[in-house]
């Protein structure tokens, strides 16, 4: 009863609980990029899940460094560029005019700032003028961009992360920012007519012409006309991923910065009121439960949504776009889920990714079966399919790691040396923490561990100074009580 107690009151204290990684191995990021690219090999065409992932690997580069992790994306780079032209080979064409096409763009852009070469940047501008010649809803020039040539008057939530992540990114490299305001407008149109904030979520797509053959799919009258029916969880994964992107791109004194931390917060509320409460992972389909089935399958907890929002949430925390107060402990509760429910790891160390929903979409009219409904996206021929180590998936888990890897150095920098109470202090240096009395008091130390279970325990007679060895810890979070009162939460 009384190890009962204590449990219920580290559970408040904490809030979340976590663990991390192996010890004596590499961070989960590299530790999944590098299976990855091992699964993979060379990447030869151009298309979005390719251009994820790289774009994640070199976000793993950017906190770690490694030449392999850099020489992987310029080599693709390499593939994917013409050398003498600057022509995109394999997998783009120019007048599909697909967002999905522009997305690679974004990895693109890093290799081009290191390496300087003319093809890159020709590569980077071949994509911000299909930008330019995106047809968009009502034919308008404030209009919302289509999704692809062949779905007409269509707006995905998928898109806002394909395209306007790239769009906002070149303009502050290249134009000064020019067309920030045609950016930031792409958001508050899709906005203003896939949210709702009866769930507060977003529908995965609207329909400027729900008339329209293609768009089939679409709600016919108000409310929400033209909006798709279901709240589709990667989808809202793309859409959250994107606002924190871009935000983290726009300049702080931009006038219309606001608008998107505004969006930013009601995305993330949704977000959290939809957390599966068990395994801190979100749901195929997110309004519901694993109670929901159609034709005999039930809705699941799905890996790349769960690592697109545990991504976006972590991001935001450290961008301080989102209360840390709020939002800490579903972003750390995410990501344990994420460790808990979906990775596997086989006799050789690499690791794998699970339960990832191969690819959901909406018609066109020569596939009727795309329909938006709940049997389309549980049991639909490739809505319904669950596989492992889908780039869609990998990428965005990578990306969720290095937040999490980031926000694990940073807490840990903040607690050491640092004042706790009148009568103690807590240093943390590598893999000691001293706990310092000014008047001899210490006389019973322990370490608990995130689920309340004790690490060590020191009780003996009253010292000015007590040393606690942690080289043999997980990574993770632990609790700190001293003479049985003082606890204090210590990030290893």
Not at 103 to 130: C, H, V, W
Not at 185 to 207: E, M, R
């Amino acid at each position: 009863m009384k190890h009962s107690k204590f449990k219920f009151i580290l559970f408040l204290i904490l809030g979340f609980s976590i663990s991390a990684i192996a010890d004596n191995s590499l961070p989960y990021s590299q530790r999944m990029a590098q299976s990855q690219m091992t699964r993979s090999g060379a990447m030869i065409s151009w298309d979005y899940p390719n251009g994820l992932f790289v774009e994640s690997i070199l976000q793993v580069y950017n906190k770690y460094g490694g030449s392999n992790y850099y020489n992987y994306a310029l080599n693709y780079a390499k593939v994917s560029v013409n050398a003498s032209t600057g022509k995109i080979n394999s997998g783009y064409g120019f007048t599909a005019y697909t967002l999905d096409n522009i997305n690679p763009g974004m990895f693109l852009m890093q290799i081009y700032n290191t390496e300087k070469s003319a093809q890159y940047k020709i590569a980077l501008d071949t994509l911000r003028k299909q930008i330019q010649k995106q047809p968009r809803t009502n034919y308008s020039s404030t209009g919302g961009f289509w999704h692809k040539y062949s779905y007409p008057h269509q707006m995905w939530l998928d898109g806002l992360y394909m395209g306007a992540r790239f769009y906002a990114a070149y303009e502050k490299a290249f134009n000064n920012g020019a067309a920030y305001d045609d950016v930031v407008n792409q958001f508050v149109l899709i906005h203003s007519k896939t949210y709702d904030p009866a769930y507060q979520l977003n529908y995965h797509a609207w329909s400027a012409l729900p008339t329209d053959a293609n768009s089939f799919w679409a709600n016919q009258t108000d409310p929400f006309k033209g909006c798709s029916k279901e709240f589709w969880a990667r989808g809202l994964g793309w859409y959250a991923a994107a606002l924190v992107d871009v935000l983290e791109i726009l300049p702080e004194n931009y006038s219309r910065r606001q608008e998107l931390v505004d969006i930013l917060n009601q995305v993330t509320a949704g977000i959290k009121r939809w957390q599966d409460p068990v395994s801190g992972c979100w749901y195929q389909l997110l309004r519901y439960d694993n109670t929901l089935t159609s034709n005999g399958k039930a809705n699941y907890i799905e890996a790349s949504a769960s690592s697109m929002f545990t991504y976006a949430l972590l991001k935001a925390i450290r961008l301080g776009l989102i209360s840390k107060t709020d939002y800490l402990p579903v972003a750390t509760k995410a990501y344990q889920g994420l460790i808990d429910n979906f990775i596997s790891e086989d006799s050789k160390g690499n690791l794998s990714l699970n339960r990832i929903c191969k690819s959901a979409g909406l018609g066109p009219a020569s596939n009727l079966t795309r329909d938006g409904s709940i049997n389309y996206y549980l049991n639909g021929s490739d809505a319904g399919q669950i596989v492992s180590n889908d780039l869609k998936g990998v990428g965005p888990f990578i990306m969720a790691s290095v937040e999490y890897e980031i926000l694990q150095s940073t807490s840990t920098n903040l607690i050491s040396a640092k004042n706790i109470m009148n009568d103690f202090q807590i240093i943390h240096v590598n893999n000691t923490i001293k706990i310092q009395s000014k008047f001899n008091s210490l006389s019973d130390i322990v370490m608990y561990n995130s689920m309340g279970q004790e690490k060590s325990h020191w009780h003996g007679q009253q010292l000015s100074e007590i040393s606690i060895q942690t080289s043999d810890y997980k990574q993770g979070l632990y609790l700190l009580q001293i003479n049985g009162l003082l606890l204090r939460k210590i990030l290893i």
